[in-house]
């Protein structure tokens, strides 16, 4: 059974995610290239929320492939599919499903999914069985967030204090949620719990400055749309109406210091399944 995403569905949060997909697009793009997802495969996205990644693999499978992105929250998909119109792909497609809901199928010539994996109490399980989805010679690709490599400091130059502490606050609370932290670097373990061959693993992150960094906002509407997680779990740190005001501030702060920040590291890892297995 699928845990449910820790944020929900609602939709400022569907919000938050599509301007988490344009800070990781080009990171995305890269982990779906070098695993090899090419023109005409058909692929299956888990975890899939408003659709980004789907999106990303539609492009570059072509009309000749397809892509089919699942989610467990039917109003996630619902907003998938509007979005899939406004875009207008036609080789695109979206069901309210859990991860593994296509084991044991393997007609899937890829498996890809981002940020999904973290949200799973039994991560390993998850991708074992939903890998049983893709064929033989067919391509398994995960993404997920190493949050924690944030917390030694090393988040910004010079030092933003007041990104220290969002850093801390958020990683409290998607800990206190369930979530793993420390997904990222934990993705080999993962494939070879999943009894998956050791993965190719790539370690990037996004690094800006300046007035126009995406950044900024991403970060705030993150705290926003945590503050009620963080209620239940008794975590303080920030208000309503403090959260109102920190991309201004954090804004400020950065590009005040003409600094950087680093947003959440992410790895991918991705292997080809071996034929006959």
Not at 52 to 67: C, K, Q
Not at 97 to 116: H, I, K, M, P, Y
Not at 160 to 176: F, G, N, Q
Not at 244 to 264: F, K, M, P, Q, T
Request: proline content about 5%; glycine content about 8%; overall charge neutral.
């Amino acid at each position: 059974m699928n845990k449910p995403y820790v944020l929900g569905h609602s939709d400022r949060e569907l919000d938050r995610l599509d301007l988490q997909g344009l800070i990781y697009q080009d990171i995305t793009r890269r982990a779906l290239l070098n695993s090899e997802v090419k023109p005409g495969m058909r692929v299956l996205d888990i975890g899939c929320g408003s659709g980004d990644v789907t999106r990303l693999a539609a492009e570059i499978v072509g009309p000749s492939g397809a892509v089919l992105g699942l989610d467990v929250d039917e109003r996630a998909v619902l907003s998938a599919r509007k979005r899939a119109a406004q875009w207008g792909f036609t080789n695109v497609a979206f069901e309210a499903a859990e991860a593994t809901s296509f084991a044991g199928q393997a007609n899937f010539d890829a498996l890809v999914g981002r940020f999904v994996l973290m949200h799973q109490p039994s991560p390993a399980e998850t991708l074992a069985r939903a890998s049983k989805a893709v064929r033989p010679g067919g391509v398994v690709m995960m993404l997920e967030s190493h949050m924690a490599a944030l917390l030694d400091g090393r988040h910004s130059f010079p030092k933003s204090d007041l990104y220290d502490r969002i850093v801390r606050w958020k990683c409290r609370v998607v800990a206190a949620a369930g979530a793993d932290i420390e997904a990222g670097l934990a993705l080999r373990q993962t494939f070879l719990s999943a009894m998956l061959p050791a993965p190719m693993m790539r370690l990037e992150a996004v690094v800006e400055g300046g007035p126009d960094s995406l950044i900024y906002r991403y970060m705030a509407e993150s705290v926003r749309s945590m503050l009620p997680m963080a209620a239940a779990h008794k975590i303080d740190g920030f208000s309503l109406d403090e959260a109102a005001l920190l991309e201004a501030r954090l804004r400020d702060e950065v590009a005040g210091n003409r600094g950087v920040i680093v947003c959440w590291p992410v790895v991918s890892a991705w292997r080809r399944i071996p034929d006959g297995e």
